[in-house]
């Protein structure tokens, strides 16, 4: 095995036919996962980060949506595009998946107990006392406080921080290799989010499992990541190590993300900057940098082709798709500018 | 539950004596009287009679003995039908139109949730247009026609086969109440179709649903397990109001193939003023409306937990 990464997707294409025409979601998107890495895809809303996720899980609604072209391994085998019965060989087993808002993502007509143990006996045969056992037991280890009697409890008698606590713990159920964390503290108030946020990374560096969380909050990406994708506009805009893309980010766009964000020290003359404009429309993508009508340093060609990604050969996991990156492109004293506001407010 | 089930007990009591009284009022403010048909030839007969039944009394303190008789579970002796107590007439006849409207409902309920679920498997394809099709017939047909073309239709096959297939009217055994309860039933199952596709439809895009998926559990499993039983609750919330409708609205299809059942009872009555019986049928009918309101209200919190803990 360990000639393969973990996951692997390369060049996903996601589409969904609406009545307004066809929406390109997620627009050739390639990254990769190691086992026990936790990997942050970040970006704004609309950007494709969840349809990227749920593809590869084979969950979104098909039609409207439509994998278009990409593929997705994992340990080396094809997962993109399988039918429900050789999906499931994967999905619950290999993969586990939380999702946003755990209010609504559990059953309402079944107890916790029976919805956890409904993924064992699924996947792993068991009896139903078997499983139950087993659940109380992933309760108990995502500190769940009187597991037995909380077994027998239905969602609405849970508090949302409790119920997500569930959710992991059913997705947990059969060990999986990789964890898809879909904004799972979105929905959550702050104290709560940190508490979750602890949870996941405890549950990783004990069981050497490798998580994908989705977001659109860099201090999650901050405190819980050690890889990052961010996405804009359907596609991968810049890629590398949390550091890389905290203190050394390459594209306008993640920098621009970095000086939206507030930060806990505080400064009197720091203003909070929204990046003008908003993203571009997905019904007819721009042919250039989906990023160069809001972007202040937009070249000529930014408008014309879209840039591939660009990466320092000293630094090759760090990865831009800015024409700015290009060897030979002119330094801009702009970004450098940009560079020290935004890492003084670190 | 027992304070939830004895508060709906109590409501349910307070609604039968509402109903009670209403009846008793209405009836009332008709022109005219039982005594008013052929019997009471001469004004001297005519007293008697009123004096026997209590008729000269005045109206409110009829409704006090009226009442009170009630309570002990007296519906009075019938004016048009010599000497026959209501209780009789509606221990007689009750259980038949209870057991045609049974039947009915559950063909209704067994029909509605399947042809209901497949249309949703099958949205906008074959079966689900054509479902729907017959689904609008059957909401916008009256009872009448498909009773009158249900028959047609037996007399028809049982002259193909040149057997008697299937009774084509009257009472007795089972094979009687077949054809009858469909047509009664029809009406129901094809509202409840409606109900349990757009349940259905619904319950396929929750969150919760998407999550059984990422789970890897099987489409069957997700269809039965997760989307099925949620799907159901509309459903049996207006169960109980159907479920009356069905009994007391049963009448036009007892007629038609002549089934002994209440139904006949309770128009006739109408329509002769015969005041003993309107009220025992109506308040009678009432009573079991109520109870099936409440007995599904305590099924819905079997299978709705939210409801069962609140």
Partial sequence: MGMHKLLEVSNLSVEFETYGGVVKAVRGVDFSVDAGEVLAIVGESGCGKSVTVQSIMGIIPMPPGKITGGSAKLKGSEILGLDAQAANQFRGKEIGMIFQDPMTSLNPTMTIGAQIAETLKVHRGLSTKQASEIASELLIRTRIPEAQKRLHQYPFEFSGGMLQRAMIAQSLACSPSLLIADEPTTALDVTIQAQILDLLKELQSRDGMAIILITHDLAVVARTAQNVCVMYAGQIVEQGSVDEIFYKSAHPYTLGLKLAMPSNVSQQNKKLEPIPGSPPDLFSPPSGCGYAARCPHAMRICHKENPPLFSDPREPHHAARCWLQAPGAPKTEGLHQLHLIASHGE | ?310
Wanted: aromatic letters at 12%; charged letters at 10%; proline letters at 5%.
């Fill in chain 2, 1 to 310: 539950m027992l304070k939830y089930t004895f508060g709906r007990i109590l409501s349910g009591l307070v609604t039968i004596w509402f109903i009670a009284t209403a009846t008793f009022l209405a009836m009332h403010a008709v022109p005219g009287d039982p005594l008013m048909n052929e019997k009471a030839t001469t004004p001297e007969i005519r007293e008697n009679l009123a004096r026997k039944y209590g008729l000269d009394k005045p109206i409110a303190e009829q409704y006090v003995i009226y009442l009170g008789n009630m309570v002990q579970g007296d519906f009075g002796i019938s004016f048009t039908q010599q000497n026959r107590k209501v209780n009789d007439i509606i221990q007689d006849h009750f259980p038949v139109s209870a057991a045609l409207g049974i039947l009915a409902i559950t063909f209704a309920a067994l029909g509605g949730i399947l042809w209901g679920a497949l249309t949703a498997l099958y949205r906008n394809q074959l079966p689900d247009i054509i479902i729907m099709f017959l689904v609008i017939l059957g909401i916008s047909v009256p009872s009448f026609v498909f009773a009158a073309l249900g028959q047609l239709l037996l007399v028809n096959i049982n002259q193909w086969f040149n057997i008697s297939f299937l009774p084509v009217a009257g009472w007795g055994t089972f094979a009687h109440m077949i054809v009858p309860s469909l047509v009664l039933g029809l009406g129901t199952m094809a509202l409840l179709t409606r109900l349990m596709r757009s349940s259905m439809l619904e319950i396929v895009n929750e969150d919760f649903i998407r999550t059984a998926r990422a789970k890897g559990l099987s489409p069957s499993r997700i269809f039965f397990q997760h989307q099925l039983r949620n799907a159901i609750l509309p459903v049996v919330t207006v169960l109980g109001p159907q479920i009356a409708a069905i009994t007391t609205g049963g009448f036009v299809v007892e007629l038609v193939f002549a089934i002994p059942g209440l139904g006949r009872y309770f128009v006739q009555a109408v329509q002769q003023l015969d005041y003993t019986v309107i009220m025992g049928t109506t308040v009678f009918y009432g009573a079991f409306l109520v109870f099936m309101v409440i007995l599904v209200d305590i099924i819905y919190g079997f299978i709705d937990p939210r409801v069962r803990l609140k």
